[in-house]
């Protein structure tokens, strides 16, 4: 699907009535016992005992945390405490810190992957969560942004790496901008639904390969969707303005380095709005 935006003005109203503001709160600092790592994390909780649903957020490239490495970025922080607000719970999960890395969208080489170690990563925070008397274990959803949507993908994959035999599965999913070329070559299905949000105008993980992913899967997987937003570029749903990144790696740019990102704000308002009404149908 791909939405006709509004004009800016409507938009921006729109936004702030979602209210997804982007100042930075404190979460409650939290650590996840995982396969074979030690994970942390930041913990938001709304007011009352629960139980509530919940939603886990997987970082991207440039990994969870703020130059002074003391509170996440506000991206995330917005995201958080967005569902906060709508009544769940979220944890933040820091999958490169433990291993060594504050971020990995320069690196070449990257050592972390997406498809293999950080599936594991998001069941050891749905297995953690799920213990928790304030979380309704099963209700909760995985979503994640970049790198972290890669994760998400391969998370919810028929045969995804790290998941228990028996125990708690994500009720939904949803993916912000992942690359999905790779998985292009597989007989890609999900085990739960599945929502990709991408920017048409992404020249780091371009919107097609998600669109040809969707289109192939979709009969097989229990229901796959996805929107393109025209004109939004990489991490379209933050607050940051579009600048050019030549120091990242980039397999779709010549020379293999350098891409577009920056917030949208008729997009970002778009894709709140679709997120929270496909999570909340998926809890009835």
């Known amino acids: 699907m791909t939405f006709h935006v509004k004009p800016l003005s409507r938009l921006l109203l729109a936004c702030l009535a979602a209210g997804p503001a982007f100042v930075l709160a404190a979460g409650e600092a939290v650590t996840i016992p995982g396969p074979d790592i030690e994970l942390v994390g930041r913990l938001y909780r709304p007011v009352g005992d629960g139980p509530f649903p919940a939603v886990v957020l997987m970082h991207g490239c440039s990994g969870m945390w703020r130059k002074d490495g003391k509170e996440p970025t506000g991206h995330y922080i917005a995201w958080a405490e967005h569902w906060r607000g709508k009544g769940y719970v979220a944890l933040l999960v820091d999958s490169f810190g433990p291993r060594g890395e504050r971020e990995i969208c320069t690196h070449k080489d990257r050592k972390i992957r997406p498809e293999r170690d950080r599936p594991k990563d998001a069941y050891a925070a749905l297995e953690w969560l799920a213990k928790r008397k304030e979380v309704d274990q099963g209700h909760v959803h995985l979503q994640g942004f970049s790198n972290g949507a890669m994760a998400v993908l391969s ?64 009969a097989g997987s229990p229901l796959m969707e996805i929107d393109v937003y025209p004109g939004a570029h990489h991490a379209f749903d933050g607050d940051a303005p579009v600048r050019s990144r030549p120091e990242v790696r980039n397999g779709h740019a010549a020379g293999g380095w350098g891409a577009t990102v920056g917030a949208n704000p008729e997009a970002r308002a778009k894709a709140y709005d679709r997120t929270t009404a496909w999570i909340e149908a998926r809890n009835r």
């Open 155 to 218: 998370t919810v994959r028929t045969d995804a790496p790290g998941r228990p035999a028996k125990g708690p599965e994500f009720r939904s999913a949803v993916a912000f901008y992942p690359g999905c070329t790779a998985l292009l070559k597989v007989d890609y299905k999900t085990v739960v639904p599945l929502l990709i949000q991408s920017g048409g105008a992404d020249d780091w993980t371009p919107a097609r390969a998600c669109e040809q992913l969707v289109e192939r899967s979709k």
